[in-house]
């Protein structure tokens, strides 16, 4: 059975970081390519950061400079370092796993609230 927890999620201020973890279990995690989206309210599922299996990066163009996504092979997890918050990053962030020859397999988390405000 698959499973990716996200955690790390909360209230934060303006400015502020925030550190994401997604713990995966059931999948050959060296096998997949990792990614972070987000899912503010009314808009759209949307692309933040994706780490290939070779830790090659990708990043949307709104948080390049801001955000770093990492992962330690050794304990299946990724991670999502947030830097100079502001309220449009307010949203729900998932963990993906996609499998990078069969891209049809691909699992997501349930989620972690982050919410940016004063």
């Known amino acids: 059975q698959v499973q990716l927890v996200e955690s790390g999620g909360g209230l934060v201020q303006p400015g502020g970081s925030l550190r994401l973890s997604c713990a995966a279990s059931?999948?050959?995690?060296?096998?997949?390519?990792m990614g972070w989206y987000r899912q503010a309210p009314g808009k759209q599922r949307e692309l933040v950061a994706t780490i290939s299996s070779g830790s090659t990066t990708n990043y949307a163009d709104s948080v390049k400079g801001r955000f770093t996504i990492s992962r330690d092979n050794a304990k299946n997890t990724v991670f999502l370092q947030m830097m100079t918050l502001t309220p449009e990053d307010t949203a729900v962030y998932y963990c993906?796993?996609?499998?990078?020859?069969?891209?049809?397999?691909?699992?997501w988390g349930q989620g972690t609230q982050v919410t940016v405000s004063s």
């Open positions: 993906n796993a996609q499998h990078r020859v069969a891209t049809t397999r691909s699992y």
């Open positions: 059931g999948i050959l995690f060296t096998a997949y390519r």
